[in-house]
């Protein structure tokens, strides 16, 4: 057999159900997204389960930047899903992809299924996500890595935080140039409990930070400064 017929058999195929194709639009998938989409899941397929998106770019052609935001829409769009694997490492999942084709069908035949809310609703989340990921992008100074996306995104969905909040904790992060999302999150967490949801709750917590701890350096009292022994000098 002809060595180059060997080699287009081991590359394999994908199969892409006819379902996602003919419903990008009710899935929100743009172009771009489709074929990182479809890339993702031919890595799978050939055992890599987690492939660095510099691959993707290789592969496809697009910009490394490209390839990180459409994965991060992939993310919050909830067509996958950053996993632990059984091996302990991240994997792409694809479950929610498939969760999204079963309710797109049950559309079809019941049209009973809710929805959550309007299109324009959905395309003005959307952006606001878009602009949320950006926003961190600049500021961090990269692109942000797959599990940076999953995290990010599961504040949104999963923990409900308003990409609003979640803009005034990446701005308290910046003022103290702390690049970290374990403190942004550790931000939000306090925040949460002290039920601050604006940003004139952020600035008036700030201010009474500030006035605590100057009234405190104002305060200090001469029993509470430390005794300093005093040694007298014998004249020789």
């Given at each position: 057999?002809?060595?180059?017929?060997?080699?287009?058999?081991?590359?394999?195929?994908?199969?892409?159900?006819?379902?996602?194709?003919s419903?990008?639009?009710?899935?929100?998938?743009?172009?771009?997204?489709?074929?990182?989409?479809?890339?993702?899941?031919?890595?799978?397929?050939?055992g890599?389960?987690?492939?660095?998106?510099?691959?993707?770019?290789?592969?496809?052609?697009?910009?490394?930047?490209?390839?990180f935001?459409?994965?991060?829409?992939?993310?919050?769009?909830?067509?996958?899903a950053?996993v632990?694997?059984?091996?302990h490492?991240?994997?792409y999942?694809?479950?929610?992809?498939?969760?999204?084709?079963?309710?797109?069908?049950?559309?079809?035949?019941?049209?009973?299924?809710e929805?959550?809310?309007?299109?324009?609703?959905?395309?003005?989340?959307?952006?606001?996500?878009?602009?949320?990921?950006?926003?961190?992008?600049?500021?961090?100074?990269?692109?942000?890595?797959?599990?940076?996306?999953?995290?990010?995104?599961?504040?949104?969905?999963?923990d409900?935080?308003?990409?609003?909040?979640?803009?005034?904790?990446?701005?308290?992060?910046?003022?103290?140039q702390?690049?970290s999302?374990?403190?942004?999150?550790?931000?939000?967490?306090?925040?949460?409990?002290?039920?601050i949801?604006?940003?004139?709750?952020?600035?008036?917590?700030?201010?009474?930070?500030?006035?605590q701890r100057?009234?405190?350096?104002g305060?200090?009292?001469?029993?509470?400064l430390?005794?300093?022994p005093?040694?007298?000098?014998?004249?020789?």
């Amino acid at each position: 057999m002809d060595n180059n017929l060997i080699k287009y058999f081991d590359y394999g195929s994908v199969n892409i159900s006819g379902v996602i194709l003919s419903h990008l639009k009710q899935l929100g998938l743009n172009a771009t997204e489709t074929v990182v989409l479809i890339e993702l899941y031919y890595f799978n397929s050939k055992g890599n389960l987690f492939p660095e998106p510099q691959k993707i770019a290789d592969a496809t052609g697009f910009n490394l930047s490209d390839v990180f935001d459409s994965i991060h829409q992939l993310v919050a769009k909830k067509i996958i899903a950053i996993v632990d694997s059984s091996s302990h490492s991240a994997e792409y999942s694809f479950k929610p992809l498939v969760q999204k084709i079963n309710q797109l069908l049950s559309n079809q035949t019941t049209k009973t299924v809710e929805v959550d809310a309007s299109e324009s609703q959905q395309e003005e989340s959307l952006s606001e996500r878009q602009t949320l990921f950006n926003d961190f992008t600049q500021e961090f100074g990269r692109p942000l890595s797959p599990i940076e996306l999953e995290t990010i995104s599961d504040w949104l969905t999963d923990d409900h935080y308003s990409t609003k909040i979640v803009k005034l904790a990446l701005r308290e992060a910046v003022l103290k140039q702390v690049y970290s999302l374990k403190y942004i999150d550790r931000i939000l967490i306090s925040w949460k409990k002290q039920n601050i949801t604006t940003a004139a709750q952020v600035e008036a917590q700030r201010d009474s930070f500030e006035q605590q701890r100057s009234g405190n350096k104002g305060n200090v009292k001469p029993k509470d400064l430390p005794k300093i022994p005093i040694f007298k000098i014998k004249k020789q």
